[in-house]
């Protein structure tokens, strides 16, 4: 790998990567952090790599195997929405059509009900949202988690000091490029990433107990 003063042009802020990455840097170099430049970096003589981290995340197989659930549980909710939607309709129809035979107090009762069960159709849906993004979120942040492994095993292998993200790098030279050794050893030890459904509607469950408890009026 080549020095960084043979090729390397930075976007702006010197040594920043993408959030949930962790710099790899010798700490020599972390005193002089605040010098923001390429030139700075350079003058130490320290080696730079380059990883696209974007494409580690969207085309490796752990991210395809996210994407591919996430798709697949989606589908199963529109059509579970969908269903719920149709047999609501149904139901307010019928109501419609039973007024003229009802009480007015009948009627009210049978209206409350039905509205009623329109709130829980739109709790559940913003439950099964809410769940899903979690569910998202815990997935790529354990695959985030698995390729800043593999990049400091890297770095320590083959002596990088800096390992930027190719986003945060104007130009860099094809050698700096440690996309493709990263993601061989991605797809090798991390293929899947379970798309954990249930952990997740767990765990808004209990975020959605404890802030009704929060927001309960106080026993006199």
């Given at each position: 790998?080549m020095?960084?003063?043979?090729m390397?042009?930075?976007?702006?802020a010197?040594?920043v990567v993408?959030a949930?990455?962790?710099l790899?840097?010798?700490?020599?170099?972390?005193?002089?952090?605040?010098?923001n430049s390429?030139?700075?970096?350079?003058g130490?003589?320290?080696v730079i790599?380059?990883?696209d981290?974007?494409?580690v995340?969207?085309?490796?197989k752990?991210?395809?195997?996210?994407?591919d659930?996430?798709?697949?549980?989606?589908?199963?909710?529109?059509?579970e929405?969908?269903?719920m939607e149709?047999?609501?309709g149904?139901e307010?129809k019928?109501?419609?059509?039973?007024r003229?035979k009802?009480?007015?107090e009948?009627f009210?009762?049978?209206?409350r009900a039905?509205?009623?069960?329109l709130?829980?159709a739109?709790?559940?849906?913003?439950?099964?949202r809410v769940?899903?993004?979690k569910?998202?979120?815990?997935?790529?942040?354990?695959?985030r988690a698995?390729?800043t492994e593999?990049?400091a095993?890297?770095a320590q292998?083959?002596?990088?000091?800096?390992?930027l993200?190719?986003?945060?790098v104007?130009?860099?030279?094809k050698?700096?490029?440690?996309t493709?050794p990263?993601?061989?050893?991605?797809?090798?030890?991390?293929p899947?990433v379970?798309?954990?459904?249930?952990?997740?509607e767990k765990?808004?469950?209990?975020?959605?107990?404890?802030?009704?408890?929060?927001?309960?009026?106080?026993?006199?």
């Amino acid at each position: 790998m080549m020095q960084v003063s043979k090729m390397a042009v930075l976007a702006g802020a010197g040594v920043v990567v993408l959030a949930g990455l962790a710099l790899i840097v010798g700490p020599s170099l972390l005193s002089h952090a605040s010098k923001n430049s390429a030139e700075a970096i350079a003058g130490f003589g320290h080696v730079i790599a380059v990883i696209d981290a974007q494409a580690v995340l969207n085309s490796s197989k752990a991210g395809k195997s996210i994407q591919d659930q996430l798709a697949t549980q989606r589908d199963a909710f529109q059509k579970e929405f969908s269903k719920m939607e149709r047999d609501l309709g149904d139901e307010e129809k019928k109501l419609v059509a039973e007024r003229d035979k009802l009480t007015p107090e009948k009627f009210a009762e049978k209206r409350r009900a039905f509205e009623e069960k329109l709130l829980d159709a739109r709790r559940l849906a913003q439950r099964r949202r809410v769940s899903l993004e979690k569910a998202s979120a815990d997935a790529y942040n354990k695959l985030r988690a698995r390729m800043t492994e593999i990049v400091a095993e890297q770095a320590q292998a083959n002596g990088y000091d800096i390992v930027l993200t190719r986003q945060n790098v104007v130009l860099a030279e094809k050698e700096m490029d440690i996309t493709g050794p990263v993601m061989d050893k991605l797809n090798k030890d991390f293929p899947d990433v379970k798309l954990d459904i249930s952990a997740a509607e767990k765990a808004v469950d209990t975020a959605l107990e404890g802030a009704e408890k929060s927001n309960a009026p106080a026993a006199e």
